[in-house]
């Protein structure tokens, strides 16, 4: 089981950046997905999730109307769409997969402990 993550960079301010999540080893359809992220010195955040099945989005405050999550179950992969970044979008991202027979998304933003499997992370680091 291996999820993937790429993407990441260095960016300056009120710039883009599409991170990629790809799965292998496990039925990545029957999975919920989520970003998550961690600063330096921070808990790590609940950014966004995606439901298996009905592809519903739920995003954290800070992800909200500048961040989209989506996902392609035949590449079995997920994408992060971060527009309008900012300085204090530089963390560590990371993607997660829960298999969805056992909670949903708005849960799963909150509850980083109840993924099943975890990317090692992708860097973005955004400069003023």
């Known amino acids: 089981v291996q999820l993937v993550e790429s993407g990441g960079g260095s960016v300056q301010s009120g710039e883009s950046l599409r991170l990629s999540c790809v799965g292998s080893g496990f039925d990545f359809e029957d999975y919920n997905i989520g970003w998550f992220r961690q600063a330096p010195g921070k808990e790590r955040e609940g950014v966004a999730c995606i439901g298996a099945g009905d592809y519903s989005t739920h995003y954290g405050d800070s992800a909200k109307g500048r961040f989209t999550i989506s996902r392609a179950d035949r590449e079995s992969t997920a994408w992060l769409r971060m527009d309008n970044l900012r300085p204090e979008d530089t963390a560590d991202y990371y993607c997660?997969?829960?298999?969805?027979?056992?909670?949903?998304?708005?849960?799963?933003?909150?509850?980083?402990?109840?993924?099943?499997?975890w990317g090692q992370g992708t860097p973005v680091t955004v400069s003023s």
């Open positions: 997660a997969a829960e298999h969805i027979l056992r909670f949903s998304c708005p849960h799963l933003l909150e509850a980083e402990y109840e993924y099943d499997y």
